[in-house]
């Protein structure tokens, strides 16, 4: 794992009656989950543990006591489980009519454009990268055979909210 030269930080600032506030310090990274309310100390780790994983990285935690004494550690994310190979499926996407073993190349439709009247056609700046439910053409290099279809639909992932006890 690559640590980064400064650590993101998460500061733990517990009260008088033992619950526990988080902030983030977000360097480089948006949209870290972590609860807006006070916690209790039993459920500190493992939030603390989501947020590390969130990040994706080693975070340093400074955890500030109510008598004003403070320690910090670095938390690292539990590492990835290995994960058993999944069993065959059907194909995400099939095209056929190519040549036996020919390379096929696989081009994502980011953007179109509009050819101009001398057919010329040209990108005045690079779009960004496709989402779900866009378009994919396979390409046969030697054949030439082109074959359009349209990615599948992706679920919106939700918020993960937090809760109390």
Known sequence: MVVPAVLPQAVVTVDDSGNARIAVENIGHQAI??????????????????????????????????????????????????????????????????????TVLVAVVVTTTQAQPDGTASLSALPPMARSGGEVILFGRASGRVVQRQLPTAPVARKRRWWRR
């Not at 309310?37 to 947020?51: C, K, N, Q, Y």
């Not at 006591?65 to 990835?80: F, N, V």
């Open 33 to 102: 989950d972590h609860p807006d309310e006070p916690i209790g100390r039993d459920e500190l780790g493992a939030v603390l543990a989501v947020i590390a994983e969130q990040i994706g990285g080693p975070v340093r935690v400074e955890v500030r006591e109510p008598d004003r004494s403070r320690y910090a550690d670095i938390l690292q994310p539990r590492p990835l489980e290995p994960r058993e190979a999944p069993e065959p499926s059907e194909p995400a996407l099939t095209g056929a009519g190519f040549l036996p073993d020919e």
